[in-house]
């Protein structure tokens, strides 16, 4: 029947089309949407389709929509076809296939034909294949004009559909037809040879279509499918299954070639002849192409002959190429093609090409004209041969010792190669240096526009970093110094006798684009003695006031930190640290959010990498310290005391701080002065524990004198704002954290327990973001000071029980499994953190009671499973025993199934990890424990394993399931073994519930191992997930 019933009203099939498409009300569209979805998972859908598209009368829409639904049920519910069925869908398929022209309609049949072939073995296509039962069909006697189009439609899609997981098929079949096609790729080919000859010119995109199924079929017959997923070693060891001398001979070989030499007048036909040769290019070097052990790097002898065809014809375009260049941006596409070409052929022979070979030097030429080509796109797509070429050429990848050469035969042939090669990435560095370059009008871009040319700066910057790495730091920088020297010479006679400002006639894009180089290059930079690059330091504290420019002055700054602290243990002049001090610090205060936050990671990266020089600058530091805190106020704090408390930070006034700032009245971000502090952590880290003591002290009087005022001893009725209070605890937390003095920062965080336990407090009930950032900030002051802190445990661990008890918030779980993570192993606090955990364990299993909980809170969920896994490998007693242990198995049970991500590894993790605890306390725990859980934890982690939770679960599930046979043996087994009886038989045979079986004993036997396991699970998983429905079916079994 063509019609279902809908509440309210009979809707036919072709009205729902007509709603969907043309219906101006919105609702209506919607419901016609859904009923075509339902439609099409009904067993109606196949007969009514199918008539459907023999009926002439049928609009377009109705015919895209009826072929679209016929492949659907083809790919995923042609289980539900009654047997002898396929046949007849066959024959009405390849019926409608003659029928309709070229269009998406035929395309969507041509899928339904190829899915139909993944789920028929070659014994229902005749006993000769699929591909050989439909050529013959369409080639034979009565075919008419219409059969050979549709033929090479076939053979377009074929290939693209090998391994392809979308039809429902069972994962032996699957392999079996791409193994199918794979070995029919030769016979593939000769029919689509067929069709070039024998189709009419006038057939549109005859040659497009051609040359597209012709690639297909090259790539496949390497071995190569469309699919990552697919187990492909038993195609691996095949040959391939068309030999590059057949290839290079071949006439569509020939075909593609010649079309890349019409690309002026049939750009279409170029771009496919470009995929065509691509393919083939890459046949020559496959992994399982012999290479001769004497000629490491060389092409393979079999191969010889098909590249001998294939790149003189590439190197030809480069006139082509050139004239693209000049074309002013008229023959884009055409350069695009030909670069591709290039490239491909450059990253194949890429280990050759290292050998420094004459006869292999042609394409390195073509690649930096490539890096030359006035369009930063086209450019680009060099990029990742130079990547490939430079980690040849520096890390010897491919390079071998040729038999009998001596070590200082390999040293002179490495220098002989560097002297041969540095030519060539000079001249890369010089074509891509001026892309950086800020144009004019950047300042109106979209953000789509900005994100495009940030991507491309980071890839020119990747390139000129290989480039840095064969030519050397010192000679990359010479290079481009150049014009960064001329401009900053303009900058200085500009600026002589006066202040620096942003001065419109100096070229700042020039500067900052020559700068952004040179930073670049910093993974690269030069010795440590190097005078040309301690000038180009020191001269940044020159450069005019542009934020741009500042910001990348600051991260330049930052990139060589580390040099800064090897060239100052050379022996370099410190006034080098005072002159980027100075550039920091104007960069930092001014009215620009990114340059401030430059500036701030820079002075981070240079205090930390230079901490122990800079003991003669820690006044000034710490003055930056307190400007920082005082122009980083914030705005409701601010508002509501009416001043800015000048004596929290040692007295600096406002008004001093608005001159630093030039009067912008906006605040630093939060974030940038807990890098300042964090910087500011390293170099009172680096003092002696006397000097560093009134310097933490100074640090922390500001933040503790504003948290006693949040939270005094007397209750105050008027809470803090969250924001206020998640600024100041990460402060706190930044000092604690990165402050490494233990001792003294046991000290202080004791003398602050009261204040932060109070904050804790007062904020746990209502505030739960503020809790986490308190939370946090006693997380760090834990395990910066360790030992010397506990005699805080009991009271923390009495606090947290007490919050978690009137509001569950996570944030105190993660507090207390960082109180275990500390203090676990401390015999003298697992009694205290027993209780603790004992009460808080509990009560978490009791509010996750049912999986709808677990999908309410997975944040309280995954710290509660995180919690557990700290103590069992912290202190197993506190969590492995009779009191605790079931509650938390049991919760475990009941949420093994929640979808959040973190949530489910935790579960999964602490299941894993509690199983395989051996101590003989934990071992005689679980014995009693596991055996009254153990089926319902089988039958639950295969659920899982088989369709309720994600594939990438899979290994997780895994190490359970060994763990636990581990733990309990042969037992265990039977206990999955009751669970894998019930998949239904029609999803998965009894042969194949045995494979798993099977693993499992081997497991137990000490036969099999976890990997075999995994595999054998796996098997089983993509059985029961091919289609929804079965998974649906599988999922019930086990749930009931």
Known sequence: GEQMANPGARLTFRDAVQALNHHPDASVKRQAEQWLKTFQESADAWTVCDGLLHDPASTPEVHFLCSQTLKHKVQRDFDDLPAGAAGSLRDSLITLLLKYGEGPVRTQ?????????????????????????????????????????????????????????????????????????????????????????????TTRNKRERVLDAYAAWVRLSQGRLNTEDLNTEDLAVEPPQIDAVTLAAHPLTALALETLSRHETNESEFDHAVDAVCELVRSTVMDSAPVAAEAPGRIPPACVALVQVLVPHVMALRPAFAAAA??????????????????????????????????????????LEVTAYPETDIAAMSFYFWHRLSHTLVGGI?????????????????????????????????????????????????????QNFKRMRYAVADTLTEAAAVVGGSRALQILVGPLQESLACTASATAGGAVTANASLDWRALEAALYCVRSISKESPPPDDMLLVSLLTSLADLPTHPQLLYTAALTASAYSEWLSAALARGANPSLLQRLFEV??????????????????????????????????LEPLMHLYSTALTYALHAGERGATGVARAGDVGGMA?????????????????????????????????????????????????????????????????????????????????????VAHPELVAVVFRELWPVVARGLERCGDKDERAAEHICRCIKYALRTARHRLTDLVAPAATLYRKLFARRQHASLLFAMSELVRSFGRDEGCTETLRVTLEEVMCGTAGSLSKLADFDAAPDVADDAFLLAKVCVSRCPSIIINLRVLPAVIDMALVGLHVQHREASCSTLVFLRNTLQARDELSVGVLQQVLPSRGAALAQSLLAGALGSLPTSRLEDVTDVLAAMLTCAGKTAVMWVQAAVVRVPDQVASAADKAVLIEALSQYVEGIGNTRLLGRSLDELSELCRRSRRIRDAVQAALAA
């Open 326 to 367: 000049r074309s002013q941006g008229a023959n884009d596409e055409i350069a695009k093609g030909i670069a591709r070409l290039f490239a491909e052929v450059g990253e194949a022979y890429v280990i050759l090409i290292a050998t420094g070979a004459p006869d292999a030097f042609a394409p390195v030429e073509a690649l």
């Open 109 to 201: 049949l041509a899928l339904a034909v190829a899915s139909l072939a993944a789920h028929l073995p070659a014994a229902e296509w005749g006993g000769v294949g699929a591909l050989q039962w439909l050529a013959t069909r369409m080639t034979g006697d009565g075919a008419g004009p219409t059969s050979l189009p549709c033929l090479l439609e076939l053979l377009t899609v074929f290939p693209q559909e090998a391994g392809s997981f979308r039809p429902a098929v069972r994962p032996d079949r699957r392999r079996a037809f791409a193994k199918e096609l794979v070995f029919a790729s030769l016979s593939a080919i000769h029919f689509i040879s067929l069709c070039l000859q024998h189709m009419p010119e």
């Open 654 to 738: 406002e008004a001093e701080v608005s001159k630093a700032a030039g009067s912008t009245g906006r605040g630093m971000d939060a974030e940038d002065v807990l890098q300042i502090i964090e910087g500011l952590g390293y170099v009172v880290s680096a003092l002696p524990l006397e000097q560093a003591d009134p310097v933490l002290s100074a640090m922390l009087y500001p933040i503790a004198r504003r948290l006693l005022q949040m939270f005094p001893e007397e209750v105050d009725t008027e809470p803090p704002d969250t924001e206020v209070v998640v600024l100041y605890f990460d402060r706190l937390a930044t000092v604690l954290r990165y």
């Open 398 to 450: 491919g390079e071998r010792l040729a038999e009998g050469q001596s070590l200082e035969e390999a040293a002179a042939e490495r220098t002989r190669r560097h002297q041969l090669f540095c030519p060539v990435f000079i001249r890369l560095i010089e074509n891509v240096m001026g892309r950086l370059r800020y144009p004019d009008g950047f300042e109106h871009w979209h953000r789509e526009e900005r």
């Open 584 to 617: 920091l610090h104007r960069a930092l205060f001014l009215d620009d959010t990114d340059t401030r936050g430059a500036a701030a990671l820079a002075l981070k990266h240079i205090c930390g990498a230079t901490a122990g020089h800079l003991a003669p600058f």
